[in-house]
């Protein structure tokens, strides 16, 4: 098993940072792609960003490419999210995800190994 814990969340203004980190525990061994998805109420979750387990490789929804920015720690264990130039619409709660499977990032859908418990970001206009 493998446990996820995200961290970061608060209220921000429009066009204001945050930086989201989430650090996982457990079958540290495994090489994991990692990722980050978001809620927003009344929507379904949706793809943000991922990162493959060298951090060789991103994938950003179009939505936040520019201003979003995902990045591993040095001892793979740890993934974080930039996020510059905030907009009310980027509020929700998100979470962190991981998956041996670098697909499994955008067909999540489907299936994927395991999820944080979320961390909420609310973008104040």
């Known amino acids: 098993q493998v446990q996820l814990v995200e961290s970061g969340g608060g209220l921000v203004q429009a066009e204001g940072s945050l930086r989201l980190s989430c650090t996982t525990s457990g079958q540290t061994g495994r090489h994991y792609a990692m990722g980050w998805f978001r809620q927003a109420p009344g929507h379904e979750r949706e793809f943000v960003a991922a990162i493959t387990w060298s951090g060789g490789t991103t994938d950003y929804a179009d939505s936040v490419k520019g201003r979003f920015a995902i990045s591993r720690g040095n001892a793979k264990n740890s993934v974080y999210l930039q996020m510059n130039s905030l907009k009310p619409e980027d509020t929700a709660v998100y979470y962190c995800?991981?998956?041996?499977?670098?697909?499994?990032?955008?067909?999540?859908?489907?299936?994927?190994?395991?999820w944080g418990k979320g961390t909420l970001v609310t973008v104040s206009s």
């Open positions: 995800a991981a998956d041996e499977r670098w697909a499994a990032m955008r067909t999540w859908y489907r299936g994927i190994d395991y």
